[in-house]
């Protein structure tokens, strides 16, 4: 299997983390890309962090940095942290809303908790690839305190990007995907209609949920659900709370490095350059915290995921 070939059955395939640091202070645990399998549809990056005490701790501080060729999602589940962009766009987020920016040609910003901030930070950063036709758009930014539910029974899910059970977001999207926040009241089976030409994959957030009758699967459990699912059963156990991640598997090669997203080395040796000479990306508002250098590049050619 290559990092371009989706599973095209159902399966329920555990997908282990790596810790990485990002920012100052925060650490990671990151679930995609990973090796043999770059994507979710168009999901391409999911991180998942906390919950962290960060009470007399600096919490977030992630500084200016760039951003081409995706959509970046962050998702808070406890915590604030304050969106700056080049734009000029200045942002709390707070659990319950949700960030979205389009990088597209070029865009930067910096993640920052706010002093004073709450105790607890835990939540995901998410990056969703822009297909070929749509990679150079204008950078964008939105901002959606009101997302729609969907009431599944035992179950109800809050829509954060594209649709569900009838529910659908407003969010932009430029692909075929979802993704929801669903949470598990207990152990009464839920079932959430699929779309079968997506591939999906779940992520728990808190608490345990079982998958299609199988073991409880803790906080910080990741499982690749593959293709060909109309429906999936899921509990709490005996209350539990997960993402799930899915779209339309995306064929397109996609070369990411660091914080770009391309087609070929040449398209990210040239987004580090820009940055690195102060072009293309603006300046973040407030110019908060210190820019952040972009890495040396690897010798060579950037290998297609």
Partial sequence: MTDLDPAPQAVVEAVEPRRA?????????????????????????????GPDDVDGRPGMRVGPHPHTGLQTVTWLLAGEVVHRDSLG??????????????????I?????????HPRWLHGVQL???LPDAHRHVPAAFEHHADLPVA???????????????GARSAATTYSALVGADVRVAGPDRAALPLQPDFEHALLVVDGAVTVDGSRPLPAGACVYLGRSRTGLSVAGDPAGRFLLLGGQPFTEPLVMWWNFVGRTTDDIAQA????????????????????????PLPPGQLRPR
């Fill in 89 to 106: 766009n200045v942002q709390p987020i707070r659990p319950g809303q949700l960030n979205l920016m389009t990088a597209g040609s070029g």
């Fill in 151 to 165: 009431d599944l029974g035992a179950a109800q899910a809050t829509v954060l990007v594209g649709d569900l059970a």
């Fill in 21 to 49: 640091p990002i920012g100052e202070s925060t650490t990671v645990s990151r679930y995609f890309p990973r090796r043999g399998r770059a994507t979710v549809g168009a999901w391409c990056f999911v991180d998942y962090y």
């Fill in 127 to 129: 990056w969703v690839a």
């Fill in 272 to 295: 580090r350059a820009d940055w690195e000479s102060g072009d293309r990306f603006g300046e973040v508002a407030g110019r908060p915290d210190g820019r952040v250098p972009a890495p």
């Fill in 108 to 116: 930067a910003h910096a993640e920052l908790s706010p002093d004073p």
